[in-house]
């Protein structure tokens, strides 16, 4: 059964830092792409950082130079990495694995809510 596990949200004052967690059973993680995707209130759900299986990363414009994904294979797990917050990162935030055309296409997990404040 495939399970996506996110944690580490919270509430964060702006220019504050969280390290969020997505923890996968039930794929061979070691060869799937993952991703971290975000939905804010009124919003569609949007990729804001990539890690292929092999460990290359691509970041949304948004976030550039202040997120950081990163993925231990060990732990069947992927991290994101979020620095300098702004209160246009609150958003719930999921994680999921993604197809060649970024399509998303396991269960979503339940999310971790981010919230910055100003």
């Known amino acids: 059964q495939v399970q996506l596990v996110e944690s580490g949200g919270g509430l964060v004052q702006a220019g504050g830092s969280l390290r969020l967690s997505c923890a996968a059973s039930g794929i061979i993680f070691s060869i799937t792409n993952m991703g971290w995707y975000r939905q804010a209130p009124g919003k569609q759900r949007e990729l804001v950082a990539k890690v292929t299986s092999g460990g290359s990363t691509n970041y949304a414009d948004s976030v550039k130079g202040r997120f950081t994904i990163s993925r231990d294979n060990a732990k069947n797990t992927v991290y994101l990495q979020m620095n300098s917050l702004k209160p246009e990162d609150t958003a719930v935030y999921y994680c999921?694995?993604?197809?060649?055309?970024?399509?998303?296409?396991?269960?979503w997990g339940q999310g971790t809510q981010v919230t910055v404040s100003s």
């Open positions: 999921n694995a993604w197809t060649s055309t970024q399509t998303p296409y396991l269960p």
